[in-house]
């Protein structure tokens, strides 16, 4: 056997995006409300440091949200107006030479309170265009089942996926979606980043957590997602029914945890850490629980409600392949609060090695090759890195020019690191780019945190044109693309 030279022939490179950050068109086409609808923009500066995560929703905001909608503004309701522009939007992308475009479906399209019998007609039609715009040009779509969003009639009538309810209301709109578009959807993911439950509860669980009883936050998180494993285990199982060449993944966001120090005890931690975010692919991929996680639910008294005939529904929903997103890495040591900062965003412990972006993220291209590395020896199973990116403020110049070379630097070594994991024997699908087109944030709602190749004339708060121009980096990626990887 030779050492691979690069990227194989059959490489997916693409660009990723989510439902609730292009669409808009919230109230169009028979959409419910949708947990994203209730993401109130808010300052992410007024503390004085970035606030990454302002995307968290108690119950008494939600009312409040409800009752008082026009003091806020909802930037996910309006997102780049994807819902009307698509066409013109995958034209562009298919400029690029895409091969493969992440998006999500929302679930209030399909089915907008998620309880309904029957699925809404006009969202199923919505996606049919999408993805027959995307054959046109050759594009394999690579569908999200939940990325960030429900109905948002699930949280206020179970809190989320706190309830069981949830499963069998899951497997229904996954079956729905699945027969409808299984001659042009192979390739499927079923919840993005479910290890973020970890983070922000309510971001892709829809639970209100100041409901929760004092206490027991921990144990919620854990039942919320073992609710989201027996979710992802019927679609998956389905999905092998109705596509028989289905390729369908786990999703996590992969944020290493590199020890402190060379101390024993750093190090531990640094596994501990490791293994409670390896925890949500370690379900996905081997179809039962890890045998390290019976001690720490002894530890933190969680108590979960698992149902005999779970065990046989997760081993029967093994995913094909494993599919990360990856911003940054992290560092850790052995303190008490270690185990909490786990899946977080925000390490307190700065990498003196690592630059960082406009909005504090370290930025690590050598941890995307580790973690690679690490998660195909864990698994053996093909892996796929659907987000990676810089978000970033851009300029667009007088003449309509962005001239972003930092994210071509970014970009740049990130690919490179993808390459030296090829040689490293790792077997990678593709590689989605985060936001190939401007969009909402997740975590602060802004369009200012721009992350495209192709830049959106819109501001945070919902003004400008919407007009698509062409970055540095959209000419740039169009090379990489044609190049199969070798001009970077
Ligand atoms: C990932 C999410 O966590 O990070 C995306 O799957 C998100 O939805 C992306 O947009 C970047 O985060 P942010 O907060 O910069 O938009």
Not at 168 to 197: C, G, P, S
Not at 441 to 447: D, E, H, P, R
Request: some cysteine; glycine content about 8%; proline content about 4%.
């Amino acid at each position: 056997k030779k050492v691979p030279t690069g990227f194989p022939e059959t490489f997916l490179w693409g660009g990723a995006t989510a439902a609730n950050q292009i669409e808009g068109a919230y109230q169009e086409g028979g959409k419910g409300l949708s947990t994203s609808d209730f993401a109130a923009y808010k300052d992410p500066y007024t503390s004085g440091k970035v606030d990454n995560f302002t995307f968290n929703v108690s119950s008494k905001e939600l009312a409040e949200y409800q009752s008082n909608e026009g003091a806020y503004q909802f930037p996910k309701r309006w997102g780049i107006d994807f819902y009307h522009r698509y066409p013109e939007d995958i034209a562009l992308l298919a400029e690029m030479g895409f091969k493969t475009f992440r998006l999500s479906i929302s679930w209030a399209r399909i089915y907008p309170t998620g309880l309904e019998n029957q699925p809404n007609e006009e969202g199923l039609a919505f996606y049919d265009k999408v993805f027959d715009e995307c054959a046109k040009y050759g594009i394999e779509p690579l569908v999200t089942m939940s990325h960030y969003e429900m109905p948002i009639t699930l949280t206020e009538k179970y809190n989320g996926w706190l309830s069981r309810e949830l499963v069998k209301l899951f497997e229904k709109y996954a079956r729905t979606i699945l027969t409808r578009y299984q001659d042009k959807v192979k390739y499927w993911i079923t919840f993005n980043e479910m290890n973020m439950n970890l983070n922000s509860l309510y971001t892709g669980a829809g639970v209100l957590t100041d409901l929760l009883p004092p206490g027991k936050m921990l144990e919620a998180t854990y039942q919320a997602s073992h609710h989201q494993f027996l979710a992802s285990a019927l679609a998956v199982k389905a999905a092998k029914e109705i596509i028989p060449e289905v390729k369908i993944g786990c999703m996590i966001n992969q944020i290493e945890s590199y020890a402190k120090t060379t101390k024993p005890e750093d190090q531990l931690q640094s596994l501990k850490s490791n293994q409670l975010n390896m925890f949500y692919p370690d379900v996905q991929a081997r179809g039962e629980y890890p045998s390290y996680m019976t001690r720490y639910f002894a530890d933190n008294q969680i108590e979960l409600a698992i149902f005999p005939e779970d065990a046989g529904i997760l081993m029967a929903g093994k995913v094909d392949y494993v599919a990360i997103s990856y911003y940054m890495s992290h560092v850790t040591e052995a303190r008490e609060d270690a185990s909490k900062l786990a899946g977080s965003f925000d390490s307190p412990i700065k990498n003196e090695h690592l630059a960082l972006t406009q909005w504090d993220w370290p930025i690590d291209p050598i941890g995307l090759r580790i973690s690679l590395i690490k998660l195909y020896d864990r698994y053996g199973l093909p892996l796929f890195v659907c987000e990676n990116g810089l978000g970033a403020k851009d300029q667009l110049t007088s003449d309509n020019q962005v001239h972003d070379d930092y994210r071509i630097d970014y970009m740049r070594e990130h690919i490179s690191q993808m390459r030296e994991a090829i040689k490293d024997g790792v077997e990678l699908m593709g590689y989605t780019s985060w936001g190939c087109i401007d969009l909402i944030s997740c975590g602060t709602s802004q369009m200012s945190k721009r992350y495209g190749f192709i830049y959106v004339d819109q501001d945070d708060s919902g003004q400008g044109t919407l007009t698509r121009y062409r970055k540095d980096s959209f000419h740039w990626y169009q090379q990489v693309i044609k190049s199969n990887g070798t001009q970077l």
